[in-house]
Every structure is written in C-alpha cells, then in structure tokens.
C-alpha cells in the first residue's frame, strides 16, 4: 500500500485560510473604522451646524430683549404724557370752577357778615368769619344751603364777639363745593 502523506496539504490549506480570515478581519476592521469616522465626523458636523443655529437664535434674542426694553420704556414714557396729559385737562377744566366758586361765595354772602379765613382742601371749603347777629349766621348757611355749587352747610363752632359789636358772633362753617352740572348728570 502506498502511503500518501496529507499533513503538509492540510496545514497549508490551514495557512492558507487563515490568511485569507486574517484579510477580512483587517478588511472589516478597516471598513468598521472608515465607518465609524464618517459616522464620528457626520455627526461632529451636525453638532456644529446646531450650534452655530442655537448661536444664531441666541443673537437675535438678544436683539429681540433690546426692542422690548425699548418698547416698555416707550409704553412708559407713553403713559407718563398721557398722565400728564390728563392733569394739564383737568387743570384747564377746572379752572374757570375756582372764579366760579369764588363768585358764588360773594353771591351767598349774607348782609352783616364776613369772612376772616377761608379754607379749600378738596372739595370741602371751611370758613371762619364774624357776623352782626346770629340770625346773619343762619341766614348764610340758608343762602349756601341753596347755592347750586355748594351742599351740606355745617356750623362747626359760634361764639359771642364783643369787640364788633353787641350781639355780633364769630362761626365757623364747612360745606362741600360741588359742580351743578355733575350732579344733573348722575341724576339722569
């Protein structure tokens, strides 16, 4: 029988494969790793681009928080002029009210009676004066009482005066000022 020696055959068949594992190996490896920097930069590139937009929006929120602030402080200054507006219109309305109030003070002034002091705080008007008589006191308040720019007379204080006289008396007198008008037109 002839004996055929198969060993070397198989061990270079061996070899020969596992050169040929070897290849792929390095040749997946390689694969693997062009893969995984492709990857690696794609993604790198996107994160920049991410960045460079959430930078982008953060300049124009920075723009946009600068309008508002200069908004607010226009609404403000807005609401300034518009309030000084309203004083500068309710000064120009009231001011013919002061001549008027005056004017009908000397219209219910009462025969043998004078002011002394006035005093004007709102809409509430206290008067100290001296009259001839007590009757002239009660006559003053009627007068006022009846007044359309003037309600709710109130005698706060009347005392003997001799020093103007033998039944003269000083008083003092609050009532309210009030604008005929207005009060026509809650009435309606």
């Known amino acids: 029988m002839t004996r055929i020696n198969l060993l070397p055959w198989r061990e270079?068949?061996?070899?020969e494969r596992k050169k040929e594992f070897l290849q792929y190996l390095l040749l997946t490896l390689l694969v693997a790793g062009g893969l995984v920097f492709v990857a690696g930069t794609w993604i790198?590139?996107?994160?920049?681009?991410q960045q460079a937009r959430n930078k982008y929006?953060?300049?124009e929120i920075k723009v946009l928080d600068a309008r508002i602030a200069e908004i607010r402080d226009l609404?403000?200054?807005r609401q300034?002029?518009?309030d000084r507006m309203q004083v500068i219109q309710e000064l120009q309305g009231n001011r013919p009210v002061i001549v008027r109030v005056f004017d009908e003070l000397v219209r219910t002034l009462a025969k043998g009676v004078f002011y002394t002091n006035l005093t004007y705080r709102g809409n509430l008007v206290?008067?100290?004066g001296v009259a001839e008589s007590n009757n002239r006191v009660s006559e003053l308040m009627r007068n006022l009482d009846a007044?359309?720019?003037?309600t709710d007379p109130n005698l706060k204080g009347l005392r003997?005066?001799?020093?103007?006289g033998p039944q003269a008396s000083t008083f003092e007198l609050t009532f309210r000022q009030t604008l005929p008008g207005k009060d026509e037109e809650g009435a309606e």
């Open 12 to 15: 270079e068949l061996r070899e």
């Open 44 to 49: 790198s590139g996107r994160i920049e681009d």
């Open 57 to 59: 929006l953060q300049d």
């Open 75 to 77: 609404a403000r200054q």
């Open 80 to 82: 300034e002029l518009l």
């Open 126 to 128: 206290t008067v100290s």
């Open 147 to 150: 007044s359309e720019w003037f």
């Open 160 to 164: 003997e005066a001799p020093n103007y």
